[in-house]
């Protein structure tokens, strides 16, 4: 019967894995490792998580399931830390126990025993830097992290970090859905790099070659042509860019949106900021705990913004980082430390964190952006900031074939290539506007941390692909 | 200024586009071609969608958005047929008009043309496939179809489709949030091919070369060993299959559940097909609008299913097929054909399109499924059946690394390729199981359709890979 052999030789381990008991244990009918859990049974025992221990379960006696953090004994677990000493950190214990100030009755079993040693230590991976710094105690660099990243996800800050990124899609989809927004799946395998080429990742396909979507643009907007009016999408974003910056990853996952509007792209951009600003109300209210168990590590202070949205145009942009001292021409694009710094002017000036910068020159954005009809040097685009980066880039889009393949050719596009794509606009466009958000930069940027690294499960980037 | 010439040339092709209008044609002040929509202005006009003109609104002037389908041209909107020869079919139009039975007065301006020659006829697309058998009318073939996907989508029947579609992904993660699921983003880039290296598709990543994933199971259980209990995705799924079969597609949107239990795998049986009850639920009480447009061209009986879910075993159902003339080893697996009659089988005894097969043979599933402790021969895993056809499959998963190294042995399988999947189990691991439905067979199998690129926007294949 396979398993039988693994199993005995598991527990084998598993009963050297605790060290003898002493001569005078009292209670040894009342611990022991159990078996492999195989769905042998179905008890009616009813097993509470720790985390759903409460004072209303006082004095009642309870089965309860739990994993031994030594850093998490305190209180009226503070005796799981004495009597598990033998018991290594992270296994997985099945107790008896009355929650009482005296316990007086408690049976122990281990369900999943871990190996002795950790990679990391889970004291040490909640411990805010600036006290390491200060009091020289161990904190736990990112690659040691990533590279155990099942052990770095049980701490109760990347607990938070991720169930609170739960919550910003959840919140993205309940705001469009309830706005009349239709979800649509758009493919990754994709048999032309539409922008040109760059930075595309190449597939196998069978007997020829595929790429990996940069965005999911094109689709978006033929579901806009083929009149589903709204839509929007959460999906994988593939980048071959080798960019090893904090806020880089060759995939990361877009929040995107594209919607036909009646006269005006703003009509568009004011459902996009008003979904932004739906998301940080949503996460203000129902993930408090979660904002600040993180800030308890990552100190930050509070995400702040608008409403309505700010919306600056470029030349305002311009005009106040000239002021500052920055060197910059007319339709030159923004660095990042330019974004950086503007930021900083506009949170003094209008006390936000999120603001719209409106007006792009047309020079600095693609080729299928709409040209401004009142000013040739500026084009129908935004970009979305937070915390002075930024984490949205749209645009009203060319919807006349004409015109766009007029913007193809003056951007020296070889037409051949986006055939498919202008091809999409020939059989009546309505006129419309969306943009694409980055998830791991909203969760970064609104949570106060410094690296996108944190906010991505399994990150990936030039130099990581595991695990 | 950029698209002046674009512009021209486009309102000239407009002109053209138009037949001269009759020398008496009193109307002349009213129509016309209004310039491309760069967003010039804001004008205060309220503009309504033609699906939204209700009686609510008769005898009030109104300025509509409407498409130009002849096919759609009834009742009281038939004047556009007569009125608008001259326009082609698909353009797009902004109308000003009294909802009266005698229209008096209106205005009607095209803001987008579309080529006067169609790839396909929208009436045609529409039209039942028996229909077209019996006399003689045109169908499109569904070649015709995914090549002009842009116009084949504006269909009533592919709105319907896809407009349900989007309510399955968000009925699936509603029943699921409200369950305490975490919705977690997996990456889809891999170093390694987890499952020995078959049906992969290999990407060019920098200097080396990486992999599709082929599921995101390997992540769905660091999830669930990194203590976050019960987590959710949805993403795309590759498979570089060379199959080319009514039901399969080499990129698909995969719904993944994975969950840690207490004792007995059936408490996550019995949570997912919960799950699928609450979807299709939902289905009948949000999506019934939806549901008979989808029934006027594809005919099909209603979806039906019993709660709580029929859960078969799989010697049952090898004694059903057997007594119907099938011959099958005791270890087999299900032919397509068998599952079928399986699938009219039970319909017949139980009267349900939905059950679980439960404890297929150990012979039949993967290295990581968790044998049973009672019968050597069988394991913990179970596939779920839509009118016949496997929509999910999944299992206890063996959560103990000497285990999962035997099984894999036996199955041989390169123990270092694997190694980083074993490894992830080593700090404890609770018991857990799971499953990824097909998000495209789902959508098929409730309408009753016949074919899964029918269900997926953008259909990957062998054979395509465009638009």
């Not at 145009?313 to 920055?326: D, I, K, Q, S, T």
């Amino acid at each position: 019967m396979p398993g039988v052999a693994a199993r005995k030789n598991q527990e084998r381990k598993r009963e050297n894995a605790m060290e003898q008991p002493a001569a005078d244990d009292y209670a040894k009918e009342r611990y022991g490792v159990l078996p492999l859990i195989q769905s042998q049974d179905k008890p009616d025992r009813v097993l509470v998580r720790v985390k759903d221990l409460t004072g209303e379960k006082a004095d009642e006696v309870v089965w309860v399931r739990g994993r031994v953090h030594t850093s998490r004994a305190k209180g009226k677990n503070i005796f799981l830390k004495m009597v598990f000493e033998w018991v290594c950190t992270n296994c997985i214990l099945h107790i008896l126990l009355r929650i009482k100030e005296n316990i007086c009755q408690f049976q122990i079993y281990v369900i999943s025993l871990a190996e002795p040693r950790l990679p990391l230590q889970l004291d040490d991976a909640i411990r805010p830097e600036v006290d390491g710094e200060e009091e020289g105690r161990a904190t736990v660099n990112q690659d040691t992290r990533l590279d155990n990243r099942v052990i770095d996800l049980r701490t109760c800050t990347s607990q938070a970090v991720f169930r609170l990124q739960s919550g910003i899609c959840q919140l993205f989809r309940e705001t469009l859905i309830q706005k009349g927004f239709v979800e649509i799946q758009t493919p990754k395998i994709i048999s032309a790099a539409s922008e040109g080429g760059a930075n595309v990742f190449t597939v196998s396909y069978f007997k020829s070659n595929a790429y990996l979507a940069q965005s999911p643009q094109l689709y978006k907007q033929m579901c806009i042509c083929a009149d589903f009016d709204k839509v929007f999408c959460i999906g994988p974003v593939f980048r071959a860019e080798d960019s090893n910056t904090h806020r880089h990853l060759t995939e990361f996952v877009g929040l995107d949106i594209e919607m036909a509007f009646n006269y005006h792209y703003h009509e568009v951009v004011d459902e996009i900021a008003d979904t932004m600003v739906q998301i940080f109300k949503g996460l203000q209210e129902r993930f408090q705990t979660e904002i600040q168990t993180v800030s308890k590590q990552f100190p930050c202070e509070p995400f702040k913004f608008l409403e309505p949205t700010l919306r600056l145009e470029f030349p305002e942009a311009l005009a106040m980082l000239r002021e500052a001292g920055v060197e910059m021409g007319d339709e030159d694009d923004l660095s990042t430390p330019s974004e950086k710094l503007l930021g900083r002017l506009v949170k003094e000036k209008y006390d936000t964190d999120f603001y719209i910068l409106d007006k792009y020159p047309l020079a600095v954005r693609p080729f299928y952006t709409m040209p401004d009809p009142k000013n040739p040097k500026t084009s129908n685009s935004y970009d979305m900031f937070m915390r002075g980066e930024e984490i949205l880039s749209g645009a009203q889009r060319v919807h006349d074939p004409q015109l766009l393949t007029e913007r193809a050719m003056h951007h020296g596009i070889d037409l051949e290539k986006i055939k498919a794509y202008i091809d999409s606009f020939r059989f009546g466009a309505p006129p419309h506007a969306g943009g694409g958000i980055g998830l791991e930069r909203v969760t970064m940027l609104y949570l106060g941390l410094s690296n996108v690294r944190q906010t991505s499960m399994f990150p990936r980037d030039p130099k990581r692909l595991t695990p």
